[in-house]
């Protein structure tokens, strides 16, 4: 009996196989769907369905850089243990690859990017069904700069935090060094510019009602919210952070001094967002820099 695309695709949505595996199987049993997926089950190609819903929070990020363009993204494993492997390690980079020759720009067009045998989707698949635990690829982003501007990148504990960032000037100290104080100071936004209302009025609410809450009359709430919403955007926008490597001068001293302007930043930690991540990794890298 011919194999269809139809059948693949019918045989893959059951089984969660890859699109070789699938052809594969249906050929093996002579296009019998119940048959073929018995077969996958067989092969032990179907344990990557049945860990499809479970939470996978540990994992790595990665920056691969080639030219102008750069993509920074997250793979996701279930334990730590995983993220360690070899395996996976191999997998991040093939990913990474992958992503960084097609066109993709986000998570949904990486995951149909080409691989050998078939497309980023097919290899997460895969490697779950070999690995033995939930692989997920969560977020991508791809940045495009111009000759002039430059990357800078910094992995921290091998991708536990990575940070990426674009300079007004090719410059790799610079850039890696400012890579490296997002990793560590975790800003929300370039500059106070970049704060949109919505937040601004939020925490001007709460420094309100903290004010009043310890009795101060109306005329010193005002004078006290305007300097303590000053302050929390000092803390929140990069340019003016105190610099990580040098806490008396500010990211934006350290770039004037350099003669360069960072242009825009991404930082990612692994399973950000989930609730079973407990280590305070922004200390530990915290820690590592000012050991240096």
Do not use: W
């Amino acid at each position: 009996m011919a194999v269809t695309a139809q059948m693949v695709k019918e045989l893959r949505e059951k089984t969660g196989a890859g699109m070789l595996d699938c052809k594969k199987a249906l050929v093996e049993t002579d296009g019998d769907i119940d048959a073929a997926i018995d077969y996958l089950r067989e092969k032990g190609i179907m344990k990557a369905q049945k860990k499809a819903d479970r939470i996978a929070a540990e994992g790595l990020c990665n920056v691969v850089v080639d030219g102008n363009d750069a993509v920074i993204y997250e793979i996701n494993s279930e334990t730590d243990f995983v993220a360690r492997n070899e395996k996976f390690l191999t997998l991040l980079d093939s990913v990474g690859q992958a992503i960084i020759k097609s066109s993709a720009v986000n998570t949904e067009s990486a995951l149909v990017a080409p691989v050998t045998g078939g497309t980023v989707s097919d290899l997460l698949i895969n490697a779950t069904a070999t690995i033995g635990e939930k692989i997920s690829l969560r977020r991508v982003t791809r940045i495009t700069k111009t000759d002039e501007q430059g990357f800078g990148v910094y992995l921290h504990m091998g991708g536990r935090i990575a940070a990426l960032t674009v300079l007004e000037k090719a410059d790799d100290e610079v850039g890696k060094n400012i890579a490296m104080h997002v990793a560590a100071s975790n800003p929300k936004y370039l500059n106070s510019d970049q704060v949109d209302q919505e937040t601004l009025d939020h925490e001007k609410h709460i420094l309100t009602q903290q004010s009043l809450a310890e009795g101060k009359p109306a005329n010193i709430v005002e004078k006290m919210v305007i300097g303590r919403l000053n302050k929390f955007l000092k803390d929140i926008c990069l340019v003016d952070q105190p610099y990580v490597k040098d806490p008396d001068m500010t990211v934006a001293k350290y770039l004037k001094t350099n003669q360069n302007n960072v242009l825009s930043f991404i930082r990612l930690e692994v399973g950000e967002g989930f609730e079973n991540r407990s280590c305070d990794i922004v200390e530990a890298v915290a820690e590592l820099v000012n050991k240096k």
